[in-house]
């Protein structure tokens, strides 16, 4: 019986490991932050993220398991992010997980970074009875899915250039406001007005579920290249960029969720932990009708207890990986299981 998961999570600048019970209940779950390491750069350096995932990831599986007390000795499974991601960031987690789960002979599952996101629901009080479409917005994602079933994705749409939070990442630093780029702008929207300035809104096609980011960053690289209002303040532009970001995401979801007859919209990935896009979320999805499903905060961004709640699902069925699993940076969407190849 597979019941007890190690999920171990390295695609980018998250050093993450944890422990689950049941694909439901946490046990675990243990994240390492590299913010301190990237913050000069205003971005994450892949090879520095590659070096630090090697010096931490013996350390936060230990701490893991330490804090999942006498369950890590009857672990069943070991689930593991091979992609998309940083090839070199997920190698480190993934060589660590193979070696584990060889020692111990335990099964091995290799986990899209993205249907962890989703499967970040599961561990909730509350999670949404199926079918719900997802939207997904993180750092390097933007994507809809429709999900039929705990492995059951349908690829809906996604971004066709820049990902929400790789935005606001941009615009954090066009203003000079460091890296990470979202949770300052969060906290400095609330500080200003967001009808100000209004910068434009892609939509591309409104009936349609893919979205465009890269101009909004460009409008506001030449809004503080240009003339401004002297009334202008930094609040004033990373409120009406934020909206416009918000706006967008937003409609798309609500237009998904009522394209397929849902009743039942979930919003995950790192900026689902944005207030005002929680707020505003809430509100639309209310007017329409329809149940919104919101993880916690601390499960929205990168970390392990959704990968391993996701390979719980996966080992259950019997999709063990071989030693031979491989990372990839990118996903192609195919077919209604939303098929990595």
């Known amino acids: 019986m597979t019941d007890i998961i190690l999920g171990i999570e390295t695609s980018c600048d998250e050093t993450a490991a944890a422990v689950t019970s049941g694909g439901h209940t946490i046990l675990s779950n243990v994240v390492w932050s590299q913010v301190a390491t990237h913050h000069p750069y205003g971005g994450v350096v892949p090879e520095l993220a590659s070096r630090k995932h090697m010096e931490k990831i013996v350390p936060v599986v230990e701490e893991a398991l330490a804090i999942a007390g006498g369950h890590a000795n009857n672990i069943d499974g070991v689930a593991v992010t091979c992609g998309p991601g940083l090839v070199g960031a997920l190698l480190v987690g993934l060589s660590f997980a193979k070696a584990f789960a060889y020692a111990r002979g335990l099964p091995l599952t ?7 996101h989703i499967a970040a629901l599961y561990l909730q009080p509350d999670p949404p009875p199926f079918p719900f479409v997802a939207l997904l917005a993180s750092g390097g994602h933007t994507n809809l899915y429709y999900v039929a079933g705990p492995m059951d994705f349908e690829h809906m749409g996604q971004t066709r250039d820049d990902a929400a939070g790789e935005a606001f990442d941009k615009v954090a630093k066009i203003l000079g406001l460091g890296y990470p780029g979202g949770m300052v702008i969060d906290r400095l929207s609330q500080q200003g007005d ?3 300035i209004r ?7 409104k009936t349609g579920f893919d979205f ?12 503080v290249r240009g003339e401004k209002e002297a009334s202008t303040t930094i609040p004033d532009i990373a409120a009406g960029f934020q909206e416009a970001v918000v706006d967008v995401l ?7 969720a009522k394209a397929r007859a849902c009743q039942r919209l979930a919003l995950v990935g790192g900026v689902a932990s944005n207030h005002r896009l ?14 919104v499903h919101i993880p916690s905060p601390e499960l929205c961004t990168d970390n392990a207890a959704m990968i391993a709640a996701m390979g719980y699902h996966q080992l259950s069925k019997g999709e063990n ?6 990372a990839y940076s990118k996903t192609s969407h195919s077919g209604r299981r939303g098929v990595v190849k």
Do not use: C, W
């Open 212 to 223: 465009s980011f890269s101009g909004i960053k460009t409008a506001v690289a030449r809004y």
């Open 321 to 326: 990986s071989s030693l031979d699993l491989d």
């Open 199 to 205: 910068f434009p809104r892609a939509f591309l096609d």
């Open 194 to 196: 967001p009808e100000r």
């Open 250 to 256: 937003v409609q798309k979801g609500i237009s998904a």
């Open 278 to 291: 929680r707020e505003r979320m809430k509100q639309a999805a209310q007017e329409a009708g329809i149940a």
């Open 110 to 116: 290799g986990v899209n970074h993205l249907h962890g």
